[in-house]
């Protein structure tokens, strides 16, 4: 399903010589969000080919895990996608988990739910600033949406000690229990989290420039989503309702009550891609009111060793994280080292349809349409 | 048995077979692309995870009863492989894991690729050539992905060791400090 570039005919124009522009976007380009690499062909100002470079920030994170014991690449997996360190605990945690079958406490899993929807409210809140400065609104936009962040980094510093690190789950439960005050704190946040939304929309969501910088470009149908393996917002921009919360309900989501937004996907562009992140910011808000109301006091982990052997298996475990599937694939061979460790990067496969959708568009669309994505090149490259 | 399971499966195509202890279905690398045709046909829409699996050449210890009905201990050599594993789920029925195997050698490691039915397999298959040295028949783009280019081996290969310097590349600084230490120029 690969969709044909138009036919141009400018080059046989008469009388004109005209040749196309080849133009290496990145590794540098600030609109790459870090060291992605477009090569380029352009026609005039018409993207005629785009081939992605990947592989700047190899560093091999499946080799170095292969290598110790399972615990220790949990402070790794924080590096991967490192705006999002929570869920990427989380999955790894999810899948080692399914090896040594350990029950982890009821508190543990409210806080790892609360823990995930504040990140995907950093995640989204940074990639909608992120978005909207590719679109050439430079500075206010993304500080508003930074400010918001801050305030969910501090309670993450409360918590675990880090601001973007966090290293905070443990097989089993979580590493720490929260201090004292800190989930009135969170509360209070989560209360105040939706009058930002709606200034945040009032601003944006009808901005004419916005609309017609992003509606109808770069668009995405149904049915190569799917063939394409793109998931999380992406893939519900396109239409498709599926999301990993409701189908495999891990942890306790079947608890709450939320809705998952999704498109009737007429277009799938860029503008849908923007709003569902809006939407799906006020249903993780939902999730964390029900979250902070229901916890539960007592433990926090289950009892696990640090250093164990699981008996020879195969896992997969998979979470819905803020950009899509992350998965994590283990094959144990009773050792303490996971004999097989690969990370499922929703960053790079939503990369697969990045030629489909620039192709015949403009060179200025490309930059909107790679930001519309959302990757972060430390799970891209991993 | 609904279509959606891996006895509908190996109940079409016999030639599969099924591995208990890992949960995953070992396809013939021959009509590898074949099966998984049908599989896409009959609603496993979406494949999610590709990846390379390597096994060294290992001796396995094995209990048996021998023909006097003792047990005893044998050690038989189970040969190398590289093992090219697919995580399928389906979208549209909510449904999955199938996981899917194709089985190959390490030397000359060669599979089916399955890009041509699952788009999401595209930059998956390029990284395990990449890494693990398996070649995609089929495959639209087959070139390294993460690796640059003159990169030689496959790191995520068990048996891989790095070189002292991987950076190393001739330079004239090289060549004279070579003849330098030789006593050919004196600096």
Same mark, same amino acid.
């Given at each position: 399903?690969?969709?044909?570039?138009?036919?141009?005919?400018?080059?046989?124009?008469?009388?004109?010589?005209?040749?196309?522009?080849?133009?290496?976007?990145?590794? +540098?380009?600030?609109?790459?969000?870090?060291?992605?690499?477009?090569?380029?062909?352009?026609?005039?100002?018409?993207?005629?080919?785009?081939?992605?470079?990947?592989?700047?920030? +190899?560093?091999?994170?499946?080799? =170095?895990?292969?290598?110790?014991?399972?615990?220790?690449?949990?402070?790794?997996?924080?590096?991967?996608?490192?705006?999002?360190?929570?869920?990427?605990?989380?999955?790894?945690?999810?899948?080692?988990?399914?090896?040594?079958?350990?029950?982890?406490?009821?508190?543990?899993?409210?806080?790892?739910?609360?823990?995930?929807? =504040?990140?995907?409210?950093?995640?989204?809140?940074?990639?909608?600033?992120?978005?909207?400065?590719?679109?050439?609104?430079?500075?206010?936009? =993304?500080?508003?949406?930074?400010?918001?962040?801050? &305030?969910?980094?501090?309670?993450?510093?409360?918590?675990?000690?880090?601001?973007?690190? #966090?290293?905070?789950?443990?097989?089993?439960?979580?590493?720490?229990?929260?201090?004292?005050?800190?989930?009135?704190?969170? @509360?209070?946040?989560?209360?105040?989290?939706?009058?930002?939304?709606?200034?945040?929309?009032?601003?944006? #969501?009808?901005?004419?420039?916005?609309?017609?910088?992003?509606?109808?470009?770069?668009?995405?149908?149904?049915?190569?989503?799917?063939?394409?393996?793109?998931?999380?917002?992406?893939?519900?921009?396109?239409?498709?309702?599926?999301?990993?919360?409701?189908?495999?309900?891990?942890?306790?989501?079947?608890?709450?009550?939320?809705?998952?937004?999704?498109?009737?996907?007429?277009?799938?562009?860029?503008?849908?891609?923007?709003?569902?992140?809006?939407?799906?910011?006020?249903?993780?808000?939902?999730?964390? &009111?029900?979250?902070?109301?229901?916890?539960?006091?007592?433990?926090?982990?289950?009892?696990?060793? &640090?250093?164990?052997?699981? &008996?020879?298996?195969?896992?997969?475990?998979?979470?819905?994280?803020?950009?899509?599937?992350?998965?994590?694939?283990?094959?144990?061979?009773?050792?303490?080292?996971?004999?097989?460790?690969?990370?499922?990067?929703?960053?790079?496969?939503?990369?697969?349809?990045?030629?489909?959708? #620039?192709?015949?568009?403009?060179?200025?669309?490309?930059?909107?349409?790679?930001?519309?994505?959302?990757?972060?090149?430390?799970?891209?490259?991993? | 048995?609904?279509?959606?399971?891996?006895?509908?499966?190996?109940?079409?195509?016999?030639?599969?077979?099924?591995? *208990?202890?890992?949960?995953?279905?070992?396809?013939?690398?021959?009509?590898? @692309?074949?099966?998984?045709?049908?599989?896409?046909?009959?609603?496993?829409?979406?494949?999610?995870?590709?990846?390379?699996?390597?096994?060294?050449?290992?001796?396995?210890?094995?209990?048996?009863?021998?023909?006097?009905?003792?047990?005893?201990?044998?050690?038989?050599?189970?040969?190398?492989?590289?093992?090219?594993?697919?995580?399928?789920?389906?979208?549209?029925?909510?449904?999955?894991?199938?996981?899917?195997?194709?089985?190959?050698?390490?030397?000359?490691?060669?599979?089916?690729?399955?890009?041509?039915?699952?788009?999401? #397999?595209?930059?998956? *298959?390029?990284?395990?050539?990449?890494?693990?040295?398996?070649?995609?028949?089929?495959?639209?783009?087959?070139?390294?992905?993460?690796?640059?280019?003159?990169?030689?081996?496959?790191?995520?290969?068990?048996?891989?060791?790095?070189?002292?310097?991987?950076?190393?590349?001739?330079?004239?600084?090289?060549?004279?400090?070579?003849?330098?230490?030789?006593?050919?120029?004196?600096?």
């Amino acid at each position: 399903m690969i969709t044909a570039a138009p036919n141009y005919e400018l080059l046989q124009q008469e009388g004109l010589e005209t040749s196309l522009l080849e133009i290496s976007m990145g590794p +540098h380009h600030p609109s790459t969000h870090g060291v992605f690499r477009m090569d380029v062909k352009l026609d005039g100002e018409t993207v005629v080919e785009l081939r992605p470079v990947f592989g700047y920030l +190899h560093r091999n994170h499946e080799k =170095l895990a292969e290598n110790m014991t399972y615990l220790s690449s949990m402070p790794f997996t924080d590096r991967l996608d490192y705006f999002n360190s929570m869920t990427n605990n989380w999955a790894y945690a999810l899948a080692a988990e399914k090896l040594i079958e350990v029950e982890v406490p009821e508190r543990a899993e409210y806080l790892r739910v609360i823990m995930a929807e =504040l990140t995907r409210l950093v995640n989204h809140v940074t990639l909608v600033g992120f978005f909207i400065n590719d679109l050439g609104a430079l500075g206010t936009p =993304l500080m508003y949406a930074f400010r918001e962040r801050e &305030k969910i980094l501090d309670l993450f510093e409360q918590a675990s000690g880090a601001r973007m690190m #966090c290293n905070y789950f443990r097989f089993g439960g979580l590493r720490n229990d929260v201090p004292e005050g800190w989930l009135g704190r969170a @509360r209070e946040l989560v209360d105040r989290f939706p009058a930002f939304l709606d200034e945040y929309e009032q601003l944006l #969501c009808e901005n004419e420039i916005i609309l017609s910088r992003t509606q109808g470009v770069g668009n995405l149908s149904r049915e190569l989503a799917v063939n394409a393996g793109i998931t999380g917002p992406m893939l519900r921009a396109s239409g498709v309702n599926y999301d990993l919360r409701k189908v495999d309900a891990y942890g306790i989501y079947d608890r709450f009550k939320f809705r998952v937004p999704y498109t009737d996907g007429d277009t799938g562009d860029c503008y849908d891609r923007f709003m569902i992140r809006m939407l799906e910011m006020r249903e993780s808000v939902e999730i964390l &009111k029900q979250a902070l109301a229901d916890i539960p006091e007592g433990d926090i982990i289950g009892k696990v060793s &640090k250093v164990f052997k699981p &008996k020879p298996a195969e896992t997969y475990g998979r979470i819905e994280g803020p950009k899509g599937e992350l998965g994590f694939y283990l094959i144990a061979d009773g050792t303490t080292k996971p004999y097989r460790y690969r990370v499922r990067p929703p960053s790079l496969i939503n990369l697969t349809v990045l030629r489909d959708m #620039c192709l015949g568009g403009k060179i200025a669309d490309a930059v909107i349409i790679l930001g519309s994505i959302d990757i972060v090149l430390g799970e891209v490259d991993r | 048995m609904s279509k959606l399971s891996h006895e509908s499966l190996l109940k079409e195509f016999p030639e599969a077979q099924w591995d *208990e202890a890992a949960g995953a279905v070992i396809l013939p690398v021959a009509n590898a @692309r074949t099966i998984a045709e049908w599989l896409l046909a009959s609603g496993w829409d979406y494949c999610s995870n590709v990846t390379g699996v390597d096994y060294l050449e290992a001796e396995v210890k094995e209990k048996i009863t021998n023909d006097a009905g003792e047990t005893e201990t044998v050690t038989r050599t189970e040969a190398g492989r590289i093992d090219v594993v697919y995580h399928l789920y389906s979208m549209a029925n909510k449904t999955g894991p199938l996981v899917l195997k194709q089985r190959t050698g390490r030397e000359g490691a060669t599979a089916e690729s399955l890009t041509p039915v699952w788009r999401s #397999c595209d930059l998956q *298959e390029r990284e395990v050539y990449d890494l693990f040295g398996v070649n995609f028949n089929g495959h639209p783009d087959q070139r390294r992905i993460l690796m640059w280019d003159e990169f030689e081996g496959h790191p995520m290969r068990k048996d891989y060791t790095e070189p002292f310097d991987y950076e190393w590349e001739p330079t004239p600084h090289a060549e004279i400090l070579e003849k330098h230490q030789r006593g050919k120029v004196i600096v």
